[in-house]
């Protein structure tokens, strides 16, 4: 049966065994050099990407693969054929497609219509790749996941989403502080408590001080998602009490890290010195975007 990550509750069952195979190849690269040999998959981006198309693309080489960028401007998708159409077709050439879409309806159809995995490269609603990297890079820098307090200051976002019901899977409990209005969808805040059940809190709050409070982990993300720069001005204006400041983070446990998905904009969500200090982790983070994108793609695929 084919497998697809369009949520990250995709992998609830296998998600520490992708982790711990992300680790694994990680430390032995050269094992894992013809894996998916004579295989390719399918890149296609709806929005920019600098992080993800590159470790997809160069995931898929290091395997002895073939990555195919695909812009939907140079594709007939750009021209009207359907989803649906063009999840059948690809599926007759590719052993597996990555999308990154503005619509999460859009990862679902392409899914559902598709005999080839389907891995969701961010969406409105979610953004699993990114999260598996995410939790890997804390299980290397803490040495464990469950009970950690994993807090997120910031828009109820795609990240946030997928951060949120990665912690529930693991056990770790997850704090979000957002403006009012801006707060996670009450939709996936059920989901999420469902699979903690009472193994981890799922805690929403509109105070940052609350979140960040013996925080293991502070983590934030842009106030402006792709797709929503016209509401800049006021989002900036929204957001601006919920920036990752020193005065913050002096909540959060000393050996807090500081985790972004990145791309950053340092004097808005997070000051410099934040992120340019001795516990930021993000640039391990982005890449362990390329290890664990190949332990997913080794379980989908081989
Ligand atoms: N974090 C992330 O997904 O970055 P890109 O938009 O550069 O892929
Ligand atoms: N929430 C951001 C994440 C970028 C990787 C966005 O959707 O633009």
Redesign the pocket.
């Known amino acids: 049966m084919k497998r697809d990550l369009v949520s990250i509750t995709d992998v609830k069952d296998d998600l520490l065994d992708i982790i711990n195979l992300g680790i694994e190849i990680k430390k032995n690269p050269r094992k894992y050099m013809h894996v998916l040999e004579g295989k390719s998959l399918a890149m296609i981006f709806e929005k920019p990407s600098t992080r993800t198309r590159t470790s997809f693309e160069v995931a898929m080489t290091q395997l002895g693969g073939h990555a195919l960028y695909m812009s939907p401007r140079d594709m007939q998708l750009g021209r009207g054929e359907t989803i649906e159409d063009t999840a059948k077709v690809l599926s007759r050439y590719v052993d597996a497609i990555v999308y990154r879409a503005f619509d999460h309806r859009m990862v679902v159809a392409l899914a559902k219509n598709s005999t080839v995995p389907v891995i969701n490269a ?1 969406d409105d609603v979610e ?1 699993p790749a ?1 999260i598996i990297a995410d939790l890997m890079t804390i299980l290397e820098k803490k040495g464990r996941l469950k009970g950690l307090k994993i807090s997120f200051i910031g828009d109820g ?3 946030a989403n997928s951060l949120m019901l990665g912690s529930a899977i693991v056990g770790a409990d997850f704090y979000i502080a957002s403006p009012r209005g801006y707060e996670i969808k009450e939709e996936y805040v059920k989901i999420a408590r469902s699979i903690a059940g009472n193994r981890s809190r799922i805690v929403l709050t509109n105070d940052p001080v609350e979140a960040a409070k013996d925080a293991d982990v502070i983590y934030t ?2 106030w402006v ?2 797709g929503e720069e016209e509401e800049r001005e006021k989002r900036e204006r929204d957001f601006k009490d919920y920036q990752v400041n020193l005065s913050l983070v002096k909540h959060a446990k000393k050996d807090y890290i500081f985790m972004h ?3 950053a904009h340092r004097g808005l969500e997070v000051t410099g010195d934040v992120i340019d200090s001795p516990n930021s982790v993000v640039f391990d983070e982005a890449e362990n975007r390329l290890h664990a994108q190949k332990a997913l793609l080794v379980k989908f695929i081989s």
Request: hydrophobic share 40%; aromatic share 0%; glycine share 0%.
């Open positions: 961010l953004h990114q976002n795609n990240v993300d842009v998602s792709m998905c990145l791309p």
